[in-house]
């Protein structure tokens, strides 16, 4: 039997996809540097790899995955440079995710990479998701980061 690193289950979620959102590190690996798995494929929600590795709080897999948007030259596989502020059907970002869970080293990971502060599809931010799931560290997280944006355009 050969793998097919993007076979489709009926929910549209590839192989990788599971493994980053269950934290397998060690496969998603696998999957992309020996498979060749795309990490740009979404599940039928428009969740890519990054969104379900954020919303289940995978540190190891977050932080691997946004570093081949550095190191996709030094590995043989395309399609490699994962978009730190792609959006889900709903317009939902993976700081998005990681906000209304709590995961605040992983907002902060992604603020830090360059993921840009957006709005959902319902007028959202990640401050929003944050409040609304009462998760006061990644409430002070987000309003660090909007103060010291306003601050560095003169605000």
């Not at 489709?8 to 959102?21: D, M, N, S, V």
């Not at 494929?41 to 969104?51: E, R």
């Amino acid at each position: 039997m050969s793998l097919n690193p993007e076979q489709e289950l009926k929910q549209r979620a590839t192989p990788l996809y599971l493994a980053c959102q269950e934290g397998h590190l060690h496969v998603a690996r696998y999957l992309v540097t020996d498979r060749g798995a795309n990490v740009h494929l979404t599940a039928y929600d428009g969740m890519t790899c990054l969104h379900a590795a954020a919303h289940m709080g995978r540190q190891a897999v977050v932080d691997w995955l946004v570093s081949l948007r550095f190191v996709n030259f030094l590995i043989q596989v395309t399609c490699t440079d994962v978009g730190l502020s792609c959006q889900d059907r709903e317009g939902a970002t993976a700081m998005h995710f990681a906000a209304s869970r709590g995961h605040h080293c992983i907002l902060e990971k992604l603020l830090h990479m360059g993921s840009k502060v957006i709005k959902d599809f319902w007028g959202g931010t990640p401050l929003h998701d944050a409040a609304e799931n009462g998760e006061l560290e990644v409430r002070l997280s987000c309003l660090f980061v909007c103060w010291h944006n306003l601050k560095g355009m003169g605000g």
